[in-house]
């Protein structure tokens, strides 16, 4: 069956950096992404990116700061946070899919998340 196990979280100052990494197995996928949710918040859209490493998308609020990439050899997907801020905390969640969108309900795969904290 798919899995997704996303590994990478931790606690980092301000201005810092973090990389999160998604293993997936069980299956390919046309489209992976990173979503984030803090508690009694939706899950928010973050990155996306498709097969072929082009048609990435990013929030707003990490344009400039963050970086989706993916290595097909490897089924990874992975998100390179830099210059975090106190406001980036939150669990982050892999997720898989054959179609972009920036609601979760429609994204068929999770991992089980991994949880950044970044401190001021």
């Known amino acids: 069956q798919v899995q997704l196990v996303e590994s990478g979280g931790g606690l980092v100052q301000a201005g810092g950096s973090l990389r999160l990494s998604c293993v997936a197995s069980?299956?390919?996928?046309?489209?992976m992404s990173w979503f984030r949710q803090t508690p009694g918040k939706d899950r928010e859209f973050v990155a996306s990116?498709?097969?072929?490493?082009?048609?990435?998308q990013y929030t707003d609020s990490v344009k400039g700061r963050f970086t989706i990439s993916r290595d097909n050899a490897k089924n990874t997907v992975y998100l390179q946070m830099n210059s975090l801020k106190p406001e980036d905390t939150a669990a982050y969640y892999c997720?898989?899919?054959?179609?972009?969108?920036?609601?979760?309900?429609?994204?068929?795969?999770w991992g089980q998340g991994t949880q950044v904290t970044v401190s001021s």
């Open positions: 997720a898989a899919n054959s179609f972009q969108s920036y609601s979760p309900q429609l994204w068929r795969y």
């Open positions: 069980g299956g390919t996928f046309s489209i």
């Open positions: 990116i498709y097969s072929s490493g082009g048609g990435r």
